[in-house]
T-cell receptor, first 113, second 111 residues
Framework: DQQVKQNSPSLSVQEGRISILNCDYT??????FLWYKKYPAEGPTFLIS?????DKNEDGRFTVFLNKSAKHLSLHIVPSQPGDSAVYFC????????????FGTGTSLTVIP | DTEVTQTPKHLVMGMTNKKSLKCEQH?????MYWYKQKAKKPPELMFV???????INESVPSRFSPECPNSSLLNLHLHALQPEDSALYLC??????????FGNGTRLTVT
């Protein structure tokens, strides 16, 4: 049972434009959400997180938005750069139960120069 | 450079072999994890150690045996694996309420 879903397997964006990656979750008890970026032959690298007490968190070119009522989060990258081309995973956990992080299936982003 | 170091990077083993994957972190994190990732799939949690004690075992077959010798080291002992166990094995660590930090993984091929 996939509790975290990324329904777009791939996304292509022109350099300089905005990339929007989406993620949905089913467990309303999740209260901590993260985005990871993964290059081939490397482990996932943490990008940005958000707690359920917020609806937006920003770090440089990366902004994560959380809509708790819709059980939806999104990652905005602006402006997109060719080096952003990678697979992006969202993940969720319930802090009270500790260390179980659930990952989405990933979205492969290609930024076209 | 990743702060979680995994060795070896690649491993090919037969179904009768015994091998071990190793993971090391020096960030003082007290939770360490093993994940398995197949192509085009999300990382799947296998085991979690918290303060050197096994806290989560996601119903992993006994041919995978984790060990946490100390707070910085995590091993995964492999024995009598099947070809379908071929995957990328990722180690991660975290502190309370903090993101997972992953290593670069061991690419395992079972022949």
């Amino acid at each position: 049972d996939q509790q975290v879903k990324q329904n777009s397997p791939s996304l292509s964006v022109q350099e300089g434009r905005i990339s929007i990656l989406n993620c949905d979750y089913t467990n309303s008890m999740f209260d901590y959400f993260l985005w990871y970026k993964k290059y081939p032959a490397e482990g996932p690298t943490f990008l940005i997180s958000i707690s359920s007490i917020k609806d937006k968190n920003e770090d440089g070119r990366f902004t994560v938005f959380l809509n708790k009522s819709a059980k939806h989060l999104s990652l905005h990258i602006v402006p997109s750069q060719p080096g952003d081309s990678a697979v992006y995973f969202c993940a969720a956990s319930r802090r009270q139960t500790g260390n179980q992080f659930y990952f989405g299936t990933g979205t492969s982003l290609t930024v076209i120069p | 450079d990743t702060e979680v170091t995994q060795t070896p990077k690649h491993l090919v083993m037969g179904m009768t072999n015994k091998k071990s994957l190793k993971c090391e972190q020096h960030m003082g994190h007290r939770a360490m994890y093993w994940y398995k990732q197949k192509a085009k799939k999300p990382p799947e949690l296998m085991f979690v150690y918290s303060y050197e004690k096994l806290s989560i075992n996601e119903s992993v077959p006994s041919r995978f045996s984790p060990e946490c010798p100390n707070s910085s080291l995590l091993n995964l002992h492999l024995h009598a694996l099947q070809p379908e166990d071929s995957a990328l094995y990722l180690c991660a660590s975290s502190q309370a309420d903090s993101p997972l930090h992953f290593g670069n993984g061991t690419r395992l091929t079972v022949t």
